[in-house]
């Protein structure tokens, strides 16, 4: 009985210590998030509402300020679509934490963006505070699963 537990005990152990979520290194893991939000950013700054998609968890929940949250990645980029449509963005986001605990993430940091308006008027700058939550995808990569931000301007 002892080597029969043994036997479905040991690959069942392997098998768990195989899992990404249990081997991975922290240092790179960071290093890929720290990444994607600056690929984000890119992004954003060139308008590439396309590429927004591809950074973006199948779940997405993102709650902006004085709105109610958005769900799934479908429903976000077709509001940032808009967003950009009156916009030209130019932000920058500096990463001030970024914490990896399994499958899971946070990028804690902050945001100062400029949004001048396509039909003309004075550019818009603001400043505030963002919190990534990133999801480890199946294929290995992080995508934003949560993103909150405010303002930090009156």
Not at 15 to 27: G, L, N, Q
Not at 49 to 73: C, E, I, K, N, Y
Not at 103 to 110: E, I, K, Q
């Amino acid at each position: 009985m002892k080597h029969l537990a043994i036997g479905v005990l040991f690959p069942a152990f392997l098998t768990a210590a195989c899992d990404p979520a249990t081997t991975s290194d922290p240092a790179a893991d960071r290093q890929a998030i720290a990444a994607a939000t600056a690929q984000f950013e890119a992004a954003e700054n060139a308008g590439s509402v396309d590429q927004f998609r591809g950074f973006f968890a199948d779940d997405l929940v993102m709650m902006g300020p004085s709105g109610p949250p958005v769900t799934d990645a479908d429903s976000v980029v077709a509001l940032m679509r808009v967003f950009h449509d009156a916009f030209a963005v130019q932000v920058e986001y500096n990463s001030q934490e970024i914490v990896v605990f399994g499958d899971w993430a946070f990028d804690l940091g902050t945001e100062h963006y400029t949004l001048t308006p396509k039909a003309g008027g004075a550019p818009i700058r603001r400043s505030g505070n963002y919190l990534y939550v990133y999801q480890r995808q199946e294929d290995g990569s992080w995508k934003q699963s949560r993103v909150i931000w405010n303002s930090r301007d009156p």
